[in-house]
């Protein structure tokens, strides 16, 4: 008998124990009555309706008008009108470089690598990397850039321990990141076996973080485009692309006084095997005709960084040209000590003008052409188009909700969103359909 009495009695536990979770199965997030930018190709037009998230992060539901009577959510936004887009990705970021706001204010870019990497960066310890590499994670996110490649800074580390501190300082502030490992480089005391021992270990712990959602993998932060780049360097960067399946975003072009030097580096990428589908060109301002047509067949992608260009006076990348070769173009931030301000709504713009006022020509990129490369073309830039940069069923819930208050009325979207929208204009930003803290 109290056999029978302790087993019902842990049954009924049991029942109650399920009809307490019950809520917890169903969807995580309903967004009702939002006004809804998809990015997706086929969806050009933005439109009324809501948005379903199920309790994996992913997006369950998407459709104009009402969403279907009687469904319950552990959340439900009543947007109002307010708008729905996809998170920013940063395809070009150094978070570390939070810290560095207005540094070497009038020099171009070899004066202010001078100080920022000969001067300030080797004072920094591996602690010191992790609370900047997680403050910058954390400003992005604030202002609506839910993934980044980030480019990390090794100095004279062997262990591994500064790249591990900066992966989980991006990770633990919220966000979706690629690790942007440095191979270091190669000389009499740091080899080519010395330097694949360390990547395998990086990549063996890396794999093992518990945020496999969040880290999307890492990838070479390159430096055998460089001019000063040490002999064979590029084939051990080549040889662990092969071997580990990496990819590569190298610095390209972004010098004006060693792009002649960089330009003529571009034979031994090749021979290497470094250039293909899976290089990425970080900058690429200064190139020729010839060489943006090579990249385009070999299957190159870039990465744009208006804000830190203009800045540095490194010039102007000319994306017309290398969209016309069918070269894909995504956007980055780049650093705060570059760029000053981890800001989408802003680099955009710079973009978007230079643009213009080169070309004299207003009509020569349009607003919509400009936030789709910051969001679904960096994506596609960085190969993780299945998962992000769009409002898609399947996709992750990676979003924004905007308050339009500040630009009504208006007349054409994308132009009122890139126009005239900011990071002041954010309300909420998620990440596999959960809130984040602004």
Known sequence: MYIKSAL??????????CQHESPQAGPRLLIENAYIFTMEP??????????????????????????????????????RGQWVMPGFVSAHSHLWQSGFYGIA?????????????????????????????????????????????????????RSGEVDRQQLRGALDAGGRVIHGFNVRTISESWTPAMARERTAAFLMWADAQSESGRYLGTMLAGGAGFVDAAVGQAQVEGDLMHEFSLGNQQHYLESVADSAGERARYPVLEQA????????????????????????????????????????GSGMADVLAYRAAGIKVGMGV???????????????????????AVHQRAAAMQAYEVMRMHTL??????????????????????????????????????????????????REVFVDGLSLAR
């Open 42 to 79: 086929d969806q050009p037009r933005p439109f009324m309706g809501y948005l379903l998230v199920d309790q994996a992060g992913a997006i369950s539901g998407l459709a104009a008008g009402k969403a279907p009577p009687g469904l319950v959510a552990q959340r439900r936004i009543d947007a």
């Open 334 to 356: 780049d650093g705060e000590a570059s760029a000053d301000r981890a800001d989408p709504f802003e680099n955009m713009r710079m973009g978007l003008y230079q643009v213009r």
């Open 273 to 312: 095997g470094i250039i293909g589908p899976r290089l990425i060109f970080g900058h690429f301002i200064h190139s020729t005709p010839e060489l943006t047509a090579a990249a385009a067949k070999a299957g190159v992608a870039m990465v744009w960084n208006p804000m830190s260009n203009g800045r540095l």
């Open 8 to 17: 019902l009695a842990f049954c009924l536990l049991i029942v109650i124990a």
């Open 105 to 157: 204010a009038n020099e171009n870019l070899e004066g202010w690598l001078a100080r920022l990497y000969g001067v300030e960066a080797p004072k920094l310890d591996a602690a010191q990397l992790y609370q900047l590499t997680r403050r910058g994670a954390s400003q992005s996110l604030r202002n609506g850039i839910t993934t980044m490649f980030n480019f990390t800074y090794t100095g004279a580390d």
């Open 377 to 426: 073309g960096s994506a596609e830039v960085l190969g993780v188009e299945d998962k992000l940069g769009s409002l898609k069923l399947g996709k992750r819930a990676d979003m924004l909700l905007v308050d339009p208050g500040s630009f009504t009325p208006w007349q054409e979207p994308y132009a009122a969103l890139v126009f005239a929208g900011g990071v002041k204009d954010i």
